[in-house]
C-alpha cells in the first residue's frame, strides 16, 4: 500500500542526536526523501535519495534506509532544528508521512 | 534561481470550482527531467499530494481526488494550474506548487512556492 508511517512526536536534547523514523511498503523499492516545515512557512527538502543533502542544509542532517523504514538522522540537534518533519515517497504515486513535530529541549 | 509562486482565489463557495496558477520564474517549465505538483496542507493537519504534470502535458492524480481534479500547463507563459470542482469545507487548505525530481530509486520535491490559504466557505 502507498502509505507511509511516522511518530507524531520526537524530542530531543540540544546538542544530542535524533532519529526521525518513516515506515511504508514503498520504501523496500524507494529512497524516501525529508522536509522540514517551521511554522508559517513552506515545507523545505533536506534530504533526498539514499543520503543526499541540497546546497545550503546543514551536514548534521543525514538519511538512511533499511528494509521499510527510513530514518532522518539529526547529530547534534539545534535550536533551529525544532519544527515538524514529512518524509515523501514515489510509489504508484507520490505520498507523505503524517510528520513528526521535533521538540529541542 | 527558479522560483515558484501561487495566485488565485482565497475564498471559494462550497459546490464550486476552486482554481489557482503557479508562475515559474528564473528557469522553465518545459526543462526536462521534471515533474510539477500541487499539494496541500490543511490547517493544523499534514501534507498531502493532489497530482502532477509533465511539460510534455501528462498528468497524475491522486487517487482520492482524481475525480475532481484538473492539473493543465501553460508553456508560453511557463505556468500551471489547478482546478478542483465541487469544492466542500474540507477543501480548506494552504495550496503549495512544488518541482519533482525522480530518478531510479527517489524522488523529492526541491522547490516550492510559499503557499496560498484557500477557505471554502458560504
Known amino acids: 500500500s502507498s502509505e507511509l508511517t511516522q511518530d507524531p512526536a520526537v524530542s530531543v536534547a540540544l546538542g544530542q542526536t535524533v532519529r526521525i523514523t518513516c515506515q511504508g511498503d514503498?520504501?523496500?523499492?524507494?529512497?524516501a526523501s525529508w522536509y522540514q516545515q517551521k511554522p508559517g512557512q513552506a515545507p523545505v527538502l533536506v534530504i533526498y535519495?539514499?543520503?543526499n543533502r541540497p546546497s545550503g542544509i546543514p551536514d548534521r542532517f543525514s538519511g538512511s534506509s533499511s528494509g521499510n523504514t527510513a530514518s532522518l538522522t539529526i547529530t547534534g540537534a539545534q535550536a533551529e532544528d525544532e519544527a515538524d518533519y514529512y518524509c515523501?515517497?514515489?510509489?504508484?504515486?507520490?505520498?507523505f508521512g503524517g510528520g513528526t513535530k521535533l521538540t529541542v529541549l | 534561481q527558479l522560483q515558484l509562486q501561487e495566485s488565485g482565489s482565497g475564498l471559494v463557495k462550497p459546490s464550486q470550482t476552486l482554481s489557482l496558477t503557479c508562475a515559474v520564474s528564473?528557469?522553465?517549465?518545459?526543462?526536462?527531467?521534471?515533474?510539477w505538483s500541487w499539494i496541500r496542507q490543511p490547517p493544523g493537519k499534514g501534507l498531502e499530494w493532489i497530482g502532477y504534470?509533465?511539460?510534455?502535458?501528462?498528468?497524475y492524480y491522486n487517487p482520492s481526488l482524481k475525480s475532481r481534479v484538473t492539473i493543465s500547463v501553460d508553456r508560453s507563459k511557463n505556468q500551471f494550474s489547478l482546478k478542483l470542482s465541487s469544492v466542500t469545507a474540507a477543501d480548506t487548505a494552504v495550496y503549495y506548487c512544488?518541482?519533482?525530481?525522480?530518478?531510479?530509486?527517489?524522488?523529492?520535491?526541491?522547490?516550492w512556492g510559499q503557499g496560498t490559504m484557500v477557505t471554502v466557505s458560504s
Open positions: 528564473g528557469g522553465s517549465i518545459s526543462s526536462g527531467g521534471y515533474s
Open positions: 514503498s520504501l523496500r523499492s524507494y529512497y
Open positions: 515523501n515517497s514515489r510509489d504508484t504515486f507520490w505520498v
Open positions: 504534470i509533465y511539460h510534455s502535458g501528462s498528468t
Open positions: 512544488a518541482r519533482g525530481m525522480t530518478t531510479v530509486t527517489t524522488g523529492a520535491f526541491d522547490i
Open positions: 535519495g539514499k543520503n
